[in-house]
């Protein structure tokens, strides 16, 4: 490709918008253009790199033996009023209406459509197990749109769903796509940690996703030093210590605590340790109270508890209720209390010993509080978020903090879909039985922008070959028109060779044509020049490392050939 003739406007500004290196990087390579808000335009160069990473995913479903589909991307509410999402999915799905006052919805997923079609589809065991997937569009109202392609209101997702008569048949399904999944962001270049993920309070087993480590992602991962022990904060569990507080129990009494609300101010009050407090939360689950007792050194992980309590809407009491639920102002809240309310207690409120708590009084706390005695632990759960240090569930040893982009999403849903949507064929008895479901989602452009995020340098994108938009950057330096004609010659046979190439034929200063090559970042950088043209050498140099190398044009594409076979 010509640049003269391509569509490439480098820019030589930081997008005051861009916040993270592959959403600057993407704008200035001339990859993308913001439409509006989370909404973007791939350019050529950038459709080159999108298409690239959908040719390695689609090249490797279909080798896990997957089949590809092409789906609506408007589907109707009845499809999501069948399964119950319709009124359940909140405000991130986009519904529209035609012009009979028909309800649809730009699907930011495709269970229910994809369920629809392959109960159509199927009737016996025979035709099991099957797993259908496509590569298309996805529509989330997102409330905080951000970092260009990483979180964007329309993107191309990768999604599969596999479908089995049990357990057993899933679990070789998920195994496939698991090992897909590696190959697929391997052969992108991309180093990805699979950690285990929540897998929602609807139930489903396993469930991972691929992250790729990064200072600007919006997942915590918690890393095992020394196990293999990987999951995401919203899943991570850890194990648990001992006592906390000591020596014998003391006497149940109440101190006066005025202004002191906070833990942090109460530990400076009573002068100890902030796990000795029980901190108390009223929250509204599915619109009912319940009250959360976590140490209060803990931060509550709101995922746990809404699995714990099977809720599928969970937010903090207003003060209203928690008023009416302790009887008290808002921060002295506690589980000693005459009053019926749902208490759920985290697996750390039984070792306290004599702790502190709200008295459920203004300005009044409690100390010497020890549970079963001052309070009966009924439903005990693990309701707080691992942080880095905290022992690894598996081996005790410590784990660490780490913040990830999620790529990928590998989730064994279970009957949902099935069971709500009525998929039944007959086994080998000749008796219905409903199959078992599996999902598998990509993003594929943020796959693109997390390789961006992980592979480049001050000067710009430095792409993994397999995916990188062309091969060769020929860089030609000339100011006479038959320096031009030599140079076409050479695109020629570099085309010929069978590499992509993007040649720079413009008339600009070698300063920019270098820039830009740097911005590009194509893996091999060949520069044809003043050398060229009086000698006949080549210079070659890898985007990844390595010295300049020169070369004659006998032997530049055996020359190139090593080049990219040396990058990654
Ligand atoms: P997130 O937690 O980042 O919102 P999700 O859990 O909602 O992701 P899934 O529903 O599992 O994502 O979708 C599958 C994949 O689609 C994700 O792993 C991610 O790579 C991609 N994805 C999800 N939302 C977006 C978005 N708004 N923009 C770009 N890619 C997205
Ligand atoms: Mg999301």
Redesign the pocket.
């Known amino acids: 490709m010509r640049i003269s003739r391509y569509i490439l406007p480098t820019l030589k500004e930081d997008p005051s918008d861009a916040v993270v290196s592959s959403h600057r990087l993407m704008m200035r390579a001339g990859l993308i253009r913001k439409e509006s808000a989370?909404m973007y335009v791939y350019l050529p160069l950038g459709l080159r790199a999108l298409r690239k990473v959908i040719a390695i995913i689609k090249e490797e479903m279909d080798a896990a033996g997957a089949h590809e589909f092409l789906m609506p991307e408007m589907t109707s509410a009845d499809l999501w009023r069948e399964s119950g999402r319709w009124d359940s999915m909140g405000p991130e799905m986009f519904r529209i209406r035609d012009r009979n006052g028909l309800e649809y919805a730009l699907a930011?997923?495709h269970e229910e459509a994809f369920t629809a079609v392959v109960r159509s589809l199927i009737s016996s065991y025979r035709d099991l197990p099957l797993n259908v997937y496509q590569i298309n569009t996805?529509f989330?109202d997102?409330i905080r749109?951000r970092y260009g392609?990483?979180?964007?209101?329309e993107?191309i997702?990768k999604?599969a769903y596999s479908f089995d008569m049990d357990e057993k048949g899933l679990d070789e399904s998920y195994q496939a796509m698991r090992r897909a999944y590696r190959q697929i962001f391997q052969r992108c270049g991309l180093e990805t940690i699979p950690v285990q993920a929540d897998t929602g309070s609807m139930g489903g087993s396993d469930s991972e996703?691929?992250m790729v480590a990064s200072e600007v992602g919006?997942?915590v991962l918690l890393l095992c030093g020394s196990c293999d022990y990987k999951a995401n904060q919203e899943k991570a569990e850890f194990r648990r210590g001992d006592r906390k507080g000591g020596g014998a129990p003391e006497a149940l009494r109440e101190v006066s605590t005025p202004d002191v609300k906070t833990i942090a101010d109460l530990a400076a009050f009573f002068q100890c340790d902030e796990g000795l407090f029980l901190k108390s939360i009223v929250y509204l689950a599915d619109g009912a109270p319940v009250m959360a007792v976590v140490p209060g050194n803990r931060e509550i992980n709101e995922l746990k508890l809404a699995r714990a309590l099977k809720a599928t809407a969970l937010e903090l009491a207003p003060d209203s209720v928690v008023e009416e639920v302790t009887g008290a102002p808002v921060g002295f809240a506690g589980p000693v209390t005459d009053k019926k309310v749902r208490m759920l207690f985290d697996l750390a409120v039984k070792g306290v010993v004599n702790g502190i708590t709200g008295a459920n009084k203004k300005d009044l706390h409690y100390a010497g509080v020890n549970p079963g005695r001052d309070f009966t632990i009924g439903e005990e759960y693990d309701l707080t978020k691992a942080v880095a240090g905290d022992p690894c569930p598996k081996c005790g040893s410590p784990m660490r903090e780490t913040k990830g982009?999620?790529?990928?999403?590998i989730?064994k849903l279970g009957y949902k879909y099935t069971k709500s949507m009525k998929v039944s064929v007959l086994n080998e008895q000749g008796r219905e039985t409903t199959p078992i479901m599996g999902c598998y989602?990509?993003?594929?452009?943020?796959?693109v922008a997390a390789i961006v995020e992980q592979h480049h340098d001050d000067k710009g994108i430095i792409w993994p070959k397999a995916i990188a938009p062309f091969d060769v950057h020929l860089v030609g330096i000339w100011k006479e028109e038959q320096e031009l004609r030599a140079l076409e010659g050479l695109y020629d046979t570099l085309s010929k060779a069978g590499f992509e190439v993007l040649y720079d034929d413009r008339k600009a200063s070698p300063g920019i044509k270098f820039a830009d090559a740097d911005l590009a970042g194509l893996p091999v950088r060949v520069t044809a020049g003043k050398g060229y043209f009086q000698t006949g050498d080549l210079e070659i140099k890898c985007r990844w490392g390595g010295e300049v190398v020169k070369v004659k044009e006998s032997g530049l594409v055996e020359a190139i050939r090593d080049s990219l076979a040396g990058c990654p």
């Open positions: 989370g930011p997923t996805k989330r997102e749109p392609v990483i979180r964007s209101k993107f997702m999604d996703e691929f919006e997942e982009i999620e790529v990928g999403h989730f989602g990509i993003g594929v452009n943020r796959t």
